[in-house]
């Protein structure tokens, strides 16, 4: 089992540049989550999906954020324009059905660095 | 509103002796309960979970967690630690009355194993 894959470990772009972000959850896993992890604010929820409809996308900071899955198979968080404070690990985790029992699968996380 | 606090930012122990890395929570109904592990640069690894049933939950890598309803906490515990335990030990909840599958992650606890 590959578990969820984010193939990009380090990203790094200018102020003002449009980043996508890319996760491939766990084949069969019917939920998927962002998660952002900085020192300052610890580890947040930013949005999830269900069977790739977008449940509850609270934690999206900013209008600059937005997710999409348009299969069950693939998932991107855009930011545009990207910003300093951005910097971050971003994860993606996903979980099997009955998501309120079941643990989720982190991927291994990117990190990035906009300058 | 659910929370969880990890009141302690580093846990410091030798290596053979029992560790204990601890979390309170509130919820407004009864809570599921994890703990995950994070390695550097890594993602989040699930180690246990509490849903219901026996208060002591074995995980994996020797960790066992009690669950105190009366004390709202769900503390790890190891009897005998080792070096490789060394990592971010993070404590979630979820809200069995929310309909939501967010889970809330604590702060996170830096454990410290010293040969």
């Known amino acids: 089992d590959a578990g969820v894959i984010q193939s990009t470990r380090h990203e790094v772009t200018e102020m003002g540049q449009e980043v996508t972000l890319r996760c491939k959850p766990i084949?069969?896993?019917?939920?998927l989550f962002w998660y952002r992890q900085t020192m300052m604010r610890g580890l947040e929820l930013l949005i999830y999906?269900?069977?790739?409809?977008?449940?509850?996308d609270s934690g999206m900071p900013e209008d600059r954020f937005s997710a999409k899955m348009p299969n069950a198979s693939f998932s991107t968080l855009k930011i545009q324009p990207s910003e300093p404070r951005d910097s971050a690990v971003y994860f993606c985790?996903?979980?099997?059905?009955?998501?309120?029992?079941?643990?989720?699968?982190f991927g291994p996380g990117t990190r990035l660095t906009v300058l | 509103a659910q929370s969880v606090a990890q009141p302690e930012d580093q846990v410091n122990v030798a290596e053979g002796n029992p560790l204990t890395v601890k979390c309170t929570y509130s919820?407004?109904?009864?809570?599921?309960l994890f703990w995950y592990v994070q390695y550097p640069n890594r993602g989040l690894q699930f180690l246990l979970k509490?849903?219901?049933?026996?208060?002591l939950v074995k995980g994996s890598y020797g960790f066992e967690a009690e669950f105190n309803k009366s004390q709202t906490s769900f503390h790890l515990k190891k009897p005998s630690a080792l070096v490789s335990d060394s990592a971010l030990y993070f404590c979630?909840?979820?809200?069995?009355?929310?309909?939501?599958?967010?889970?809330?992650f604590g702060s996170g606890t830096r454990l410290l194993v010293r040969p």
């Open positions: 985790a996903s979980s099997p059905g009955l998501a309120a029992l079941n643990e989720q699968f």
């Open positions: 084949s069969g896993h019917d939920y």
């Open positions: 999906f269900n069977n790739n409809v977008p449940i509850d």
């Open positions: 919820v407004s109904g009864n809570p599921y």
């Open positions: 509490y849903i219901t049933g026996d208060n």
């Open positions: 979630a909840v979820r809200d069995m009355m929310d309909s939501s599958y967010k889970l809330i």
